[in-house]
């Protein structure tokens, strides 16, 4: 079972806040992964980190989207402005190379 | 891209009965990606079911298998005899096997209800 930890689990937002959301890779994993997961079931990914470093990064990432991995202390997701169609579950994946795996995810709801 | 296709959003098995569930795959990025099927039971997060990394090898777990076919594209799930503990939605995904931090595409996820 996954040891990745992601708070909050639930999280609202009105339209133009900022909406923040963390998580903490299993220890001894270099890698973390942020995606996205829509009301339609697709997926979609963010952002990734080795070791702190940022690997790649969607479009839609570097404009309202902001993360980080700092070390010694949680990763975070941040949304600078928040938008409806921003609504989605959150899901943080941390790997030792290869298969990945994730938190229980954050339900954000922007209204 | 990459993509991952399955094709029915919902199945319904009888308890012992035999299941199969669908998995194409296109890869653009590399010619033999790795592939997995993840699953997410009622009310729990995201879990890795099974991987294949090594085209025409099986993997299986909790008496589930797939196949990596690279001829037909496909990694369909099947099971034997499922039980009631297995509803679910399972998801099949790949990734590129170029480093090791190559994210995952997903398809958009299969419901499996079983009825007793």
């Known amino acids: 079972n996954s040891k990745v930890i992601q708070t909050p689990r639930y999280l609202v937002k009105g339209q133009g806040q900022k909406a923040k959301m963390r998580c903490i890779p299993e220890?001894?994993?270099?890698?973390v992964f942020w995606y996205q997961q829509n009301k339609n079931n697709e997926f979609k990914f963010l952002i990734n980190?080795?070791?702190?470093?940022?690997?790649?990064q969607i479009d839609m990432t570097e404009k309202r989207f902001s993360a980080e991995c700092p070390s010694n202390s949680p990763c975070s997701l941040e949304i600078q402005s928040s938008e409806a169609g921003d609504s989605a579950l959150y899901l943080c994946?941390?790997?030792?190379?290869?298969?990945?795996?994730f938190g229980p995810g954050t339900r954000l709801t922007v209204l | 891209g990459d993509s991952v296709t399955q094709t029915e959003g919902q199945v319904t098995v009888s308890e012992s009965k035999s299941l199969i569930i669908n998995c194409t795959y296109s890869?653009?990025?590399?010619?033999?990606?790795?592939l997995f099927w993840y699953v997410r039971y009622p009310g729990e997060g995201l879990q890795l079911l099974l991987k294949?990394?090594?085209?025409?090898q099986k993997g299986s777990s909790r008496g589930f298998e797939a196949t990596y076919n690279k001829e037909t594209t496909s990694f369909h799930l099947q099971k034997a005899s499922v039980q009631e503990s297995d509803s679910a939605v399972y998801y099949c995904?790949?990734?590129?096997?170029?480093?090791?931090?190559?994210?995952?595409?997903f398809g958009k996820g299969t419901q499996l209800i079983i009825q007793p």
């Open positions: 294949v990394i090594t085209a025409g």
């Open positions: 980190f080795q070791n702190q470093e940022v690997l790649q």
């Open positions: 995904a790949l990734s590129s096997n170029t480093g090791g931090a190559d994210r995952l595409t």
């Open positions: 890869a653009t990025s590399i010619a033999y990606p790795n």
């Open positions: 220890k001894g994993h270099p890698v």
């Open positions: 994946a941390s790997s030792p190379v290869g298969e990945q795996y």
